[in-house]
């Protein structure tokens, strides 16, 4: 089993920066991505960011040049750095793993960003 722990969320003003980070434990697969998802209230989750096996990343557009994700490999552990934060960026924040071979995804708990005007 895999376990995802995030961590790193808090209240911010607008035009600050948190760094999220999501450590995962256990018997953790070959990965095909690890990526962030959030979800606003009264809104479907959204796919925020993703970093393949590779190392390539991508973004949702919402997000582009102002958040990074990373990686470090030895821990396990999955980084998005948040720049210039919007109001509109306030969300719980969710990390996902998904499996190489069986596809299986799997999230963590969550981490609430609230971003202040």
């Known amino acids: 089993q895999v376990q995802l722990v995030e961590s790193g969320g808090g209240l911010v003003q607008a035009g600050g920066s948190l760094r999220l980070s999501c450590a995962a434990s256990?018997?953790?697969?070959?990965?095909?991505?690890r990526a962030w998802y959030r979800q606003a209230p009264g809104r479907q989750r959204e796919l925020v960011a993703t970093?393949?096996?590779?190392?390539?990343?991508n973004y949702a557009d919402a997000v582009k040049g102002r958040f990074t994700i990373s990686r470090d490999n030895a821990e396990n552990t999955v980084y998005l750095q948040m720049n210039s934060l919007k109001p509109e960026d306030t969300a719980v924040y969710y990390c996902?793993?998904?499996?190489?071979?069986?596809?299986?995804?799997?999230w963590g708990q969550g981490t609430q960003v609230t971003v202040s005007s």
């Open positions: 996902n793993l998904k499996a190489f071979w069986s596809g299986r995804e799997y």
């Open positions: 256990g018997t953790i697969p070959i990965t095909q991505s």
């Open positions: 970093i393949i096996s590779g190392g390539s990343t």
